[in-house]
Each structure stands twice: as structure tokens, then as C-alpha cells.
């Protein structure tokens, strides 16, 4: 029987306190295990040491592979795109800030070998800043609740993928889609596996308030129509609510001195709900005019590999 072939994903950006920790960790784990394994780095155009150290570690290890961005293309398009070009029959995503315990790569791989093809594993707890905690558990929660797609509550990007679900994300066009969203939807049964989220102890997080804002608009569009059903249906009624108003208005103005203040207030109204609605809109159309004008531009630009057996490859 032929050893089965693992690859490791670490998307890296500016972590040059984190990637040597990283780096032994998931190798440690991987010694104890029987398979065969490749390390894929994708490096997202750090500007501090995260390369050079990635670099020195891939010329004592060739198991160690880099592939160096041309610029940052975020937190989704990198990590897929490595995922792509991973040839194991497998692919484990781990993040490099170490807030996600390498050992439960264990527990992934025994999910796999029981025949599961996507296995995700979902925070039972968290070490983080307890209302940045919170807040993403409810934005968890409402995005559920709005999904048309099957999502895994609490489930990170830190999981595992058979090679026939990397096959299928290699199809994938959109360029600002919501991956947790887009590996539910693809069909297959999931498994999990629970762990404790480590507080981050090295580096500084590199999102932001805006975006966070931008991931959390792109799970909700690009995996739910209700809040535009919603919002038609809001609409819809506020028709015949204004169909009412007017009709009464138009009574104050003939038969008593029209209430300059209900006017004003009835205006205003739905010059809120209007608004609202045409930010929803905008946000859906935003969705449409990425996905047209990137269809067929690549994930990312490379600018270099390491340790690749095809370096020519610059581009997918």
C-alpha cells in the first residue's frame, strides 16, 4: 500500500516573529505521522524578515516550498490560491500567527482517513479580546441565519481538503468570495473537529475594522438572497404604507390645516428606508461587477517559487 501524500497551506504576511515557531510545529506533528508530506508557504508580499527566514528554512528543507505574491491580494485570494497548487492527496489550511494548535492536524487527518472529504475545525472557545469574540459570534450567527447555503457555525479557515475538493476550487472564478461559504456549498458531508483558539502572542493582527466590515459583506452576498427578498418585501410594504400616508395627507391638506411636522417626518422616513435599501443593492451589484470584470484574471501574481519542480510558472 502506497504512503498517502499530505500538503501543508500557510498563508504569511509581515509574520516574521510566528513563521519559524509555525514552521517546527507543524513539522514536529508531521514526523510523528506516516505520510508524505509538502509545506507550502505563500508569502503575500511581506515587507519585513517573513521571506528571508522562509527562504534560509527552505534550503536545509525541501519539503519546504514558497511561493512569493507580486503585491498583497488579501486575506482569500492568496490562501486559494496555494491551495490550488497543492499535489497532495489532502490539503491542510493552517494559519501562521499560531492562534490555531498545529497538533489538532492530527485530529483532521483522522477524520479524513474515515472517509470524510472536507473536515473544518470549529473554535469551542477563544483566548481573543472577548468582544471582538462576541461580535464575530453573532456576525456568525446572522450570516446562518441569511444563508441559502448549509455554513458551520464558529468553523475557521484552519481545516482539511480532499484532493477531489481542491480539484473543484481550481474551477472557481470569483475572486472575492467567502471561502468558508464556498466549501459548504460545494456538497460534500463535513466533519469537525473542536479546538481552543490561542491568543496571539507574537505580531499584531493584519485586518482591520474595514476589512473585517469587507469579509462579513462578502459571506452575506456571495452566500444569501434573503436579505434582498427582505428587503424587496420592506419595500414593498412601505409602498402601500406610503400609498395610505399620502391619501391621508392629502385629506389634512383639504379639509385641516396640514401638520407641517408629519410631512417632515414621513419624509424622512422613508428617505432612511430608501437609502438602506439602495445600500443592499449596491453591495449585491458590487458582487456582480467584481465577478465580470475578474472572471478570467488570475487568483494572484507570483513573483517567485522555491523548491518547486516548475519554477516558470508565474501566474495562475
Not at 216 to 241: D, E, P, Q, W
Not at 243 to 251: A, P, R
Request: include cysteine; charged fraction near 25%; aromatic fraction near 12%.
Amino acid at each position: 500500500m502506497s504512503i498517502k501524500n499530505i500538503s501543508i497551506i500557510t498563508p504569511c504576511f509581515n509574520e516574521q516573529e510566528n513563521i519559524v515557531e509555525i514552521y517546527e510545529r507543524v513539522t514536529k506533528v508531521m514526523s510523528t505521522l506516516a505520510y508524505n508530506y509538502e509545506y507550502i508557504f505563500i508569502d503575500n508580499a511581506s515587507s519585513d524578515d517573513t521571506l528571508k527566514k522562509l527562504t534560509e528554512i527552505s534550503k536545509n528543507d525541501k519539503k519546504v516550498k514558497i511561493i512569493q505574491n507580486e503585491s498583497n491580494f488579501g486575506q482569500t485570494r492568496s490562501p486559494l490560491h496555494a491551495i490550488t497548487q497543492s499535489t497532495g492527496d489532502a490539503c491542510i489550511s493552517i494559519a501562521s500567527d499560531l492562534q490555531e494548535p498545529p497538533e489538532i492536524i492530527i485530529e483532521l487527518l483522522k477524520k479524513w482517513e474515515e472517509g470524510y472529504k472536507v473536515v473544518l475545525s470549529v473554535k469551542e472557545s477563544s483566548e481573543e479580546n472577548k468582544i471582538l469574540y462576541y461580535l464575530r459570534r453573532l456576525y456568525y450567527k446572522i450570516l446562518y441565519k441569511l444563508s441559502d447555503d448549509i455554513l458551520i457555525n464558529d468553523a475557521t479557515g484552519f481545516g482539511l481538503l480532499d484532493k477531489k475538493v481542491v480539484d473543484i476550487l481550481k474551477l472557481t472564478k470569483h475572486r472575492n468570495t467567502y471561502y468558508r461559504g464556498l466549501i459548504t456549498s460545494i456538497g460534500f458531508e463535513i466533519a469537525t473537529v473542536k479546538y481552543r483558539q490561542n491568543k496571539r502572542e507574537k505580531g499584531y493582527s493584519k485586518n482591520n475594522f474595514l476589512t473585517l466590515i469587507q469579509y462579513a459583506s462578502n459571506g452575506i452576498v456571495n452566500h444569501s438572497s434573503k436579505l434582498l427578498r427582505i428587503i424587496s418585501l420592506i419595500c414593498i410594504l412601505i409602498s402601500f404604507y406610503s400609498i395610505i400616508s399620502l391619501v391621508y395627507l392629502l385629506f389634512l391638506i383639504i379639509f385641516k390645516k396640514n401638520d407641517q411636522n408629519e410631512s417632515y417626518i414621513l419624509f424622512y422616513s422613508f428617505g432612511a428606508i430608501l437609502f438602506l435599501s439602495q445600500s443592499v443593492f449596491a453591495l449585491y451589484i458590487e458582487s456582480i461587477h467584481s465577478y465580470i470584470k475578474n472572471k478570467d484574471m488570475p487568483l494572484v501574481i507570483e513573483k517567485s517559487r522555491i523548491n518547486f519542480s516548475c519554477n516558470n510558472n508565474k501566474s495562475k
